[in-house]
DNA sequence: ACTATTTAGTGGATAATGTCAACCATTTTG
DNA sequence: CAAAATGGTTGACATTATCCACTAAATAGT
């Protein structure tokens, strides 16, 4: 088994143990309110703080219709808001209301307080440990994106 | 901001990197023929080499009725065999079949060419790098395991 | 021993999630 | 300018997941 192998194996066993750990699996959400991927599309929004669905659909990988029907449902909920743009008359730009960023910034604590439910008795060394760690991965699988 | 919302941001930072990176997010799976979590309980299964139904359910925290439709799923396809169990009679031993064994090996490599494609840059030292970031975070996080 | 509770698994009904292809309007490319 | 590409929407489905009720067997409580 060569290097090459051994981090394959390395990776496999890891995402075995982090998409249970953390709960990906079949992401029965905690806030019933919003699913995983919704919670992320909000996200990104607010990270964007305004943006058009098909920058979404290309960082997320997912399909422009499944995008274009949750917008509308956000939009339909008040928490999310289309405003047309006039440089690309075929783009709309999107982005979180007051509501919306309430909401989300909700969804974020909650997120947070099941994060910290997985870290609480952990040292601070360990913290430390984690977090560099971490950092670590995403530096290195982080190099080959495009 | 104290050093376990440090932590606690580092982890959101790193999930939303992993799970766009390994494609987590919306699992459009390499093998049409089966979906992540159907290739996970067949790993499961396999792994255990023989087990019940009850087993997979704690581990992968899935619903029973779900997996037991899977189960019939597989089982229909000739990649899963149901045993009768004596010692009890509410169970049902679950184990792949020689077909069911081949395909689940099949699974894992074209996921390892899956995961191969996103190491094939890095340098053996930046594998080893990864590989003990990777393990560090699994002990860390695993410690509060049951 | 015998009721009460728990555990294993199944099935019906239905909701939520995701996919595919067709389509219009615009913009970009050759 | 015609052809191809992009952004977004919609219809029609397929897949995936959840909830609840139920049977049968095992276990616990008294």
Redesign the interface.
């Known amino acids: 088994m060569n290097?090459?192998d051994?981090?394959?194996n390395?990776?496999?066993?890891?995402?075995?143990?982090?998409?249970?750990?953390?709960?990906?699996?079949?992401s029965?959400y905690l806030d019933s309110k919003y699913s995983?991927?919704e919670t992320?599309i909000l996200?990104e929004i607010k990270l964007h703080k305004i943006c058009i669905q098909s920058d979404i659909v290309k960082?997320?990988?997912?399909?422009k219709s499944y995008l274009s029907r949750i917008v509308q449902r956000f939009c339909a909920k008040g928490i999310v808001e289309k405003i047309k743009s006039d440089d690309d008359k075929r783009t709309t730009k999107i982005t979180l209301t007051a509501i919306g960023n309430e909401e989300t910034e909700r969804l974020?604590q909650l997120?947070?307080q099941q994060?910290?439910a997985?870290?609480?008795?952990?040292s601070?060394d360990?913290?430390?440990?984690?977090?560099?760690?971490?950092?670590?991965?995403?530096s290195?699988?982080?190099?080959?994106e495009n």
Chains 1, 2 share one sequence.
């Open positions: 290097e090459y051994k981090t394959i390395e990776i496999r066993t890891f995402n075995r143990f982090y998409t249970v750990n953390m709960g990906f699996l079949n029965n995983v991927l992320r996200f960082t997320l990988h997912i399909d974020i997120t947070n994060i910290k997985q870290i609480v008795e952990l601070l360990e913290c430390n440990k984690l977090c560099t760690a971490l950092n670590t991965v995403i290195i699988l982080g190099k080959e």
